[in-house]
């Protein structure tokens, strides 16, 4: 099931911040991602259902960047006067029409050109969930959507590394190396030890 909706904009601020992911500014989200891009604040979540399996996203054929590129299930950022919490809830009802809890894991900085077209240059704050309810996707920023096994993923992205977005590979192999066996075994507590770690080394 899907639906269409506007949520977002190339003029809607977003969050600048400096190599230690303070905040030092605001700027529209075009300006951001033109050139070789803007280091801003932005957030990746990751949602896995009761059978162990990842729910992915195709990006819209409107996508400026990594149009039709598949990645994880949702991915944006916070606007200017949002807090995080405030603004991954937002994006998932936005994008898929879900709420439920979500878990911080770590956060890192990253840069990936897309050609001339622009970047991709973020703090990204990584997030997880466990969700097994209705999915209605928002086909103006989402053309697909499919259910991975967890344990099969490395297998995919390495088939077909071309038709993953660069940042669900980079942020699937720190879960994988750090977080996984924790999230499928259900361990809560320690990927909280862990993710307070990063949060305090970053």
Known sequence: MAR???VSSSGEELILVDEL???IGQSAKSDCHSGNGILHRAFSIFLFNE???LLLQRRSAEKPLWPEYWSNTCCSHPRVGETMEQAISR????ELAIECPLHFLYKFKYQAQYGAV???HEYC?????????????NDREISEI??????SMDEMIAATPESFTPWLKMEWSQITRRYLDNILGGNDSSIAVISNESR???
């Open 4 to 6: 269409s909706e506007v």
């Open 21 to 23: 992911d303070r905040e």
């Open 51 to 53: 059978d162990d399996e």
């Open 91 to 94: 994006r998932l009802a936005e």
């Open 118 to 120: 622009g970047a991709e």
């Open 125 to 137: 704050w990584v997030y997880y969930g466990r969700y097994s309810g209705s999915v209605d996707f």
């Open 146 to 151: 499919r259910y991975v096994p967890a344990i």
């Open 200 to 202: 305090s080394t970053t």
